[in-house]
């Protein structure tokens, strides 16, 4: 498998964005939001509700506060939950945004009594690049697609994709020596061939490079400030990538729809529901392209954030490595061993409490309504903040440590709250793939800790991208030695 040099990540990172300039756009950012800011109400509540208008303000003339947010990412929410509460308003990208931070208020919006939260909001940001996914579905649409996809998400079928995951996750941690690595591409890389073969049913090859491009095109167009096709902008890059992908699917179709292939976009082509709905061929492409730029995104960044704690606190990677060893075995892997990775279960939902892939849930309102009380009107987009969530103090003990025995069945911490912890969503619109994700990443982290330990440099700080699905802005260097297994023979997953 080919591998992504140092060199090479880097100076594309470097075309991406300037270390130098993100600097400075920080510390602009900041002084923006430190200046005193005029608050207002964003709408008057109607008379006789009892409902209070929600406070905040909306930034620098124009832009609002669309640079801060872009620059600063989780600060800036931090600092708007500090200064207004669990629900404020701000101007970004033209236009009112509602944020609503903390379980209730996350309740509120999933809940959805009245029917007014709207999944027509993430259209904004992602429906020109992924449409028609489950995501962008409401009531009944949703309901019918969902119904359909959960068959290619049986136990039976999930153990069939298993297979793949695990030959490739296996030969992926065999090729690697005793060097440096940059985790996130090789993560990336690894993952794009899994998804190859388990949703395409091919070989990883050229396609591969040719979807990687495209799909990452896609992901960062979505958080472009400008949404309108100008030559060598993100939104361009976006747009052609969506093409390219539509293409290629689309030219599969037929031969697909004949096929016997137990790959997901086979199984797209043929499932029915218990009423012999099926997918249209518009259907089968959307669904295929945001299930393929989901399961790559959101596994890297939730791979890269469990090496990662894994090589900050080694007495947790000892203890992973035990358990894989002892317990478990080289493989090949199937369901039953992956449900008695308990250690790195916990680690796993540990490091999706630290580094949510999915930090937050994005509505459109259909009708007036109200959040915790106060009048958020009709046609305001609204966005609940799940990732502050998981460091709400009331939920969770020391919430900024990295702490997996919180998951543990003595404690369960996250079952302070039905929304305590939410990496997928929750609700009719929980990420329908989470199982599927949490056998990708326990394949790869499996593997590659069997025969390996992973160091971070002496001093290194990892920094995290602020745009789209978060990655590491340098790939995140570790350093890879090679074990024997044999010396974990006999060791406590406990030591």
Known sequence: MATVTATQYVEDARRRTAGVARVVAAAAARRLLNRN??????????????????????????????????????EFLEHRLETYGEVSWSSGLGMPIVLAFGPEATQEVFANKEKAFSQKGAEFFLGRFFKGGLMFLDAEEHHFHRRIMQEAFTRERLSGYLNSMDLIGRDAAAALASDELLIYPFLKRTLLDIATAVFMGDEPGPQSQMMAKAFTDCLRASTAVVRFPVPGSRWSAGVRGRRV?????????????????DDLFATLCRIRDEDGNQFTDEDVVNHLIFLMMASTDTCSTTATAVLHQLAL???????????????????????DALSRMHSLGMVINESLRLLAPVPGAIRKTLADTAIRGYF?????????????????????????????????????EDRSHRLAFVPFGAGAHKCIGTHFAAMLVKVLVHYLLFDHRIELRPGYTLEWSKNAAPAPLDGLPMRIRRVDGSDFKHMSVSQ
Do not use: C
């Open 37 to 74: 800011a005029v608050p207002s109400g964003l709408a008057p509540a109607p008379d006789h509700t009892g409902l209070q208008s929600i406070p905040g303000d909306k930034g620098i003339p124009i832009l609002g506060h669309t640079v801060t947010a872009a620059a600063l990412g989780n």
């Open 245 to 261: 992908l539509e293409q290629y699917f689309h030219s599969r179709l037929h031969a697909k729809r004949e096929s016997s292939g």
């Open 313 to 335: 606190h080694p007495e947790w990677q000892h203890r992973v490595r035990a358990e894989s060893v002892n317990e478990i075995g080289r493989g090949p892997l199937d369901l």
């Open 376 to 412: 958020v009107p009709k046609d305001t987009m609204v966005v609940s903040v799940m990732w502050l969530n998981h460091y709400w103090p009331s939920m969770w003990t020391n919430p900024h440590a990295f702490d997996p025995e919180r998951f543990s069945e003595t404690r369960r």
